[in-house]
């Protein structure tokens, strides 16, 4: 089964998969990129759901747009929108989805209010197609319910640290999630770098294969 994986910025990938073309929290993505079959946005802010970004990729009348509430009710966003809980669960083709919480355990913008509170009902995803199973992590920490989300065959997570995990708490991460590869993201555009990236691989090598990607269409 071929997994084909295009990182453009942050949080935001396109996954070409079972004759699907999927994209995580599109942001930054390049004029001329394919348009999606299925977009997964996981929460409202600017860097993962941005209206712009997902406009240059999607086909009003075809695309299958998925998201948590939060994003669903951003007002640029035209619709149709189908909203997903934590919990919730949505078949496209080939192609399940299941979302599962995403939140700040010890991440605060001021004392007692975590950037990503776990009542918002922020979403990471995991995805099923013809065999091949990934986890979107979203903005979150390694909250307790990853233990439940694995195995997984590739697992995409933040590792920046300040609004969400560190590397040190993304290796934690890896160790719930038994993922065969780890890919590092959100890091390079708001807060860390490829350095983060870079310590998740030292800290993990021996249990998962890590992909460190170049940013496409942006120098690197």
Known sequence: MTFDVTW?????FRIDVAGLRLYHDPFQIP?????????????????HCSPPDIARIRDIHKTFVVANPTAANTREL??????????????YGRLSIRAV?????????????????????HVGFI?????????????????PEMAQFGPVDYAFLPVSGTYVMTAEEAAEAVRMLQPR??????YGTVVGSVEDARR???LVGDVAEVSILEPHGRPS
Not at 8 to 12: G, V
Not at 127 to 143: K, L, Q, S
Request: with cysteine; aromatic share 10%; hydrophobic share 35%.
């Open 8 to 12: 453009y910025a942050q949080s935001a």
């Open 31 to 47: 004029d001329g990129e394919p348009t999606a079959d299925v977009i997964l946005i996981s929460h409202e802010h600017f860097d």
């Open 78 to 91: 035209e619709p149709p929108v189908h909203v997903i809980r934590p919990g919730g669960e949505v078949q």
């Open 101 to 121: 919480p995403a939140y700040n355990l010890n991440k605060f913008r001021s004392p007692g209010v975590p950037f990503h509170p776990r009542e918002k009902e």
């Open 127 to 143: 995805c099923r197609a013809e065999g091949v199973t990934w986890y979107f992590a979203g903005d979150t920490d390694a909250i």
């Open 181 to 186: 590869v780890v890919i590092p993201m959100h």
């Open 200 to 202: 998740l691989a030292a």
